[in-house]
């Protein structure tokens, strides 16, 4: 039997990295496909209907945020930003505006493709599982096989890496979970990485299941320790 | 005297209400007198103008009542020596022994003297002799003045004497002046006394002074106006540039004085002005090269990051195939590798220090528990202490340690601490001890290693600062691990700071306000080892 490849979609302006990249992914297993101008991003984003995307921040053309948004306007297809800047706003304006991990250059190809595997790994072995939590008045319920998820009636579409958090807290409602260990369970890290990438995602879930986001139901913050998923 | 006891004489009156009123008024006078230019010079013009106005009214007073005075008793003494001949001519044949003639001889004297016109005013007379008194019971004549006119001389006091009709009823005596003369007659020696009331003197020499202390009192509130005013006019300006001077200080750079006219206050604005327009064009002047300082590191960053990217992958693409290469382009393979590790955390840590540089570092604060982050850089350095063969121990409290910081920042400083530790240590243990009280956590790492010489423990921070060249180095350091980590912990108004001692190992401590933005004053851990202490 033949794997299928997934596809990968670099968007990166520099022709020696997207060189480099297209040897390490195909030593890998992926499938690469390279387009090195913002403006042209979502176009072949639609033609190639890639599996995954890693997408350079400093682009000619349209800016990798403005990419980040107009792809995650399209679908939940994961995103990893590549950033050659560790500050905190531009990473958090890049998660803000749908990415769902980042790596800074200079990254080591390992840990790159680790983190591409942790966001293409399918969750195929939860088979009719349903999950549900939030107020009893007004639940959220979770389809885990179906990848569905509705509130008070309504799908409510989450982006596969929003779906992965919210199922990794409404498993085990009422437990806090911190943010390392949410890192390591729904991104894949072994070790410590950047908590913000929680926060942000966090943020972003809120503003799609809670009723209001600044008083959330659903998923609660635990001052000082992390989060946890609300009363059923 | 031993200490006082409550109620003990000796300083009874400090606690009377009274005295604690006035104390208080004092200070609070004392504290105004300090703050305000105004009362200062107010209370300066009160005092001097009061003195003056004084020293002036008191001369006053006393010149012009000596000078009526002394008209009058000269007009008096003329009275009396105008009054002596008929006097004499009158007494001359009165037996100074019976008392109806002495009367008679009086009222004579009287109506003669009147008669003759009079320019020192209203008077009385009064005749003794050794047997007869012709006096007002109500008064008496002074037995100085007495003796002097009994020794045949004319003589004068100042003495109460018989109110007279126009006084009110209840004084009978008023101030008056005496002049005695003796008159000699045949029967022996008479005295007579001219009594002048001196009432209309006294009221002259009242209003006068009246007149004086209130006209003074006008003048000192006149000179105690003015100067308020004058020093309003002075300080009211200069209390505009205090004001401003602090708005600017506090960051309103555009902060300006309005200036009128062209006098020294005006001059002060201005030069104020001036200073605060190049205070601005200098601290912009700055502002734009810190903006391009920023820039220049984020263009250097993402421009070196990307090409070291594209080699990095390539050198671990190499490093997979090592095997397949002959030796000496495998090792090379290798030193590509390790090099190019050092290079990036070399290229890391020098742009981190060059955002704190630029003052682009800023806090990404939350409040955490310490003990996790303390776990993380622990957990981070197992690997490294394994290989050294040292012991990683951490003394932590049960209850978690919540402090407002930024984690990742934190870690990393103890992340560099651990690893500082574990290289310097020797492979002897290596202490991690958490502690914290109301208003301050701090973390201490120990080692038993080759320590500190006398001085270094204020040069480790400096970059790129090596201690002892010959030590063992498996973390391959950039030198500004430590730089950074102070930067990290003053960026949490925290301190980060280092005891050692020669072959007694080193402790570094840090310790971070629980609060952002609160001040530190204390560490709850000693900074020097408990065992090391002697």
Redesign the interface.
């Known amino acids: 039997m033949r794997v299928v490849k997934p596809r990968v979609l670099v968007v990166d302006d520099d022709s020696a990295l997207s060189e480099m990249l297209g040897i390490v992914l195909r030593n890998d297993g992926f499938e690469p496909a390279f387009v090195a101008d913002g403006s042209r991003a979502l176009g072949a984003f639609k033609e190639i209907k890639p599996d995954i995307v890693l997408l350079d921040l400093m682009l000619p053309g349209l800016s990798g945020i403005d990419v980040c948004r107009a792809i995650r306007a399209e679908s939940g297809t994961p995103i990893i930003m590549l950033t050659a800047k560790g500050d905190t706003t531009d990473v958090v304006l890049g998660l803000e505006s749908g990415a769902d991990d980042y790596v800074v250059k200079p990254f080591k190809p390992r840990e790159l493709v680790a983190r591409m595997r942790a966001r293409l790994r399918q969750h195929d072995d939860f088979v009719g599982e349903t999950l549900t939590i939030g107020p009893p008045q007004s639940p959220v319920r979770i389809d885990v096989a179906g990848h569905q998820v509705t509130r008070d009636g309504h799908a409510v579409s989450l982006t596969p890496l929003e779906f992965d958090l919210l199922v990794a807290l409404a498993r085990k409602p009422r437990q806090v979970f911190t943010r390392e260990v949410l890192l390591e369970q729904v991104w894949g890290y072994r070790h410590a990485a950047d908590t913000r990438l929680v926060n942000v995602h966090v943020q972003r879930l809120r503003s799609k299941v809670e009723r209001d986001p600044e008083k959330p139901e659903v998923v609660l913050t635990v001052r000082g320790v992390g989060y946890k998923a609300g009363p059923t | 005297m031993t200490s006082p006891l409550p109620g003990e004489p000796q300083d009874w009156w400090s606690r009377h209400p009274a005295v604690v009123r006035g104390k208080r008024w004092l200070d609070s006078f004392t504290s105004l007198w300090r703050r305000s230019l105004q009362v200062r010079v107010a209370t300066t013009a009160t005092v001097i103008s009061a003195v003056i106005v004084l020293i002036i009214g008191v001369f006053l007073v006393e010149q012009v009542a000596g000078g009526i005075l002394r008209a009058k008793r000269e007009a008096a003494i003329s009275q009396a020596r105008v009054g002596l001949e008929s006097a004499r001519s009158v007494l001359g044949g009165v037996d100074a022994g019976v008392v109806a003639d002495v009367a008679d001889a009086q009222q004579q004297i009287i109506s003669n003297l009147t008669a003759s016109g009079t320019s020192a005013g209203l008077f009385s007379i009064a005749i003794e002799s050794s047997t007869v008194s012709s006096t007002p019971s109500a008064v008496a004549i002074p037995k100085a003045l007495r003796r002097k006119v009994q020794q045949n001389t004319l003589a004068w006091q100042y003495a109460p004497v018989p109110a007279p009709a126009t006084a009110s009823a209840e004084e009978r005596t008023v101030r008056g002046l005496i002049v005695g003369e003796p008159v000699s007659a045949r029967t022996g020696l008479f005295e007579l006394y001219y009594l002048f009331p001196l009432t209309a003197e006294q009221q002259t020499i009242a209003l006068l002074q009246r007149t004086v202390w209130l006209s003074g009192a006008g003048l000192v509130l006149l000179i105690v106006g003015t100067s308020l005013l004058i020093t309003r006019q002075v300080v009211r300006p200069v209390r505009v540039a205090a004001r401003t001077a602090s708005k600017l200080a506090a960051g309103d750079l555009s902060q300006r004085i309005r200036v009128r006219g062209s006098d020294d206050l005006a001059r002060l604005g201005r030069s104020f002005n001036d200073m605060a327009g190049s205070l601005q064009r200098q601290i912009k002047r700055l502002e734009d090269l810190s903006r391009l300082q920023q820039r220049f590191t984020?263009d250097v960053?993402?421009e070196l990051?990307?090409?070291?990217?594209?080699?990095?992958?390539?050198s671990?693409?190499l490093l997979a195939y090592r095997e397949e290469f002959p030796g000496e382009l495998a090792r090379s393979v290798e030193l590509l590798h390790t090099e190019l590790d050092r290079f990036?955390a070399l290229l890391?840590d020098l742009?981190e220090i060059s955002?704190y540089d630029a003052g682009?570092a800023?806090l990404?604060s939350e409040?955490?528990?310490l003990r996790?982050v303390v776990a993380?850089a622990v957990?981070?350095n197992e690997v490294l202490a394994m290989r050294h063969g040292s012991e990683l121990i951490v003394n932590q409290p049960e209850e978690?340690v919540?402090v407002d910081m930024d984690?990742?920042r934190v870690?990393r400083v103890l992340r560099n601490l651990l690893g500082n530790a574990l290289d310097h240590g020797e492979g002897k243990p290596v202490e991690i001890t958490i502690g914290w009280d109301e208003n301050a956590a701090a973390v201490t790492v120990r080692d038993h290693g080759v320590g500190l010489r006398p001085g270094e423990a204020g040069l480790v921070f400096n970059r790129f600062w090596r201690g002892d060249t010959s030590r063992s180095r498996l973390t391959g350091g950039t030198g500004l691990g430590l730089a950074i980590s102070l930067e990290d912990a003053r960026l949490h108004d925290g301190w980060l700071q280092a005891w050692g001692q020669r072959r007694h190992g080193a402790q570094f401590r840090l310790t971070l306000p629980r609060r952002a933005g609160h001040t530190l004053l204390s560490s709850p851990l000693p900074l020097t080892p408990l065992d090391e202490e002697d």
């Open positions: 984020s960053s993402h990051r990307t090409p070291l990217t594209t080699i990095r992958m390539a671990e693409l990036e890391a742009l955002r682009a800023k990404d409040t955490a528990d996790g993380l957990q981070a978690p919540l984690s990742r870690e």
